[in-house]
């Protein structure tokens, strides 16, 4: 993430208020909640979880075990069967 100056888009007065609780450092100013975008929304994230999740139960239907499964995607048993519960279901 990059980050502007302060000094490129806020007034000089607020910068100075800003500065009275947070003198040079750097600070994250949160996006509106209006505003706010959901995890995965500006990468192919969350489709490529879908699929691989959907090709693990899809694999698991076929007859590979929970332990085949984990090694090929390189996931704990545990996760396996959690994917395999939750598409099930």
Do not use: C, H
Not at 26 to 47: D, F, L
């Amino acid at each position: 993430m990059s980050y502007i100056r302060a000094e490129e888009i806020l007034p000089e007065e607020l910068i100075k208020l800003i500065q009275s609780y947070a003198d040079g450092i750097n600070i994250y100013i949160p996006r509106k909640n209006n505003n706010r975008k959901a995890w995965g929304e500006n990468t192919t994230t969350r489709q490529d979880l879908s699929k691989r999740n959907s090709d693990i139960v899809t694999d698991f239907q076929d007859g590979i075990s929970i332990s085949e499964l984990s090694k090929k995607y390189y996931l704990s048993e545990k996760s396996i069967q959690r994917i395999i519960y939750k598409k099930e279901n």
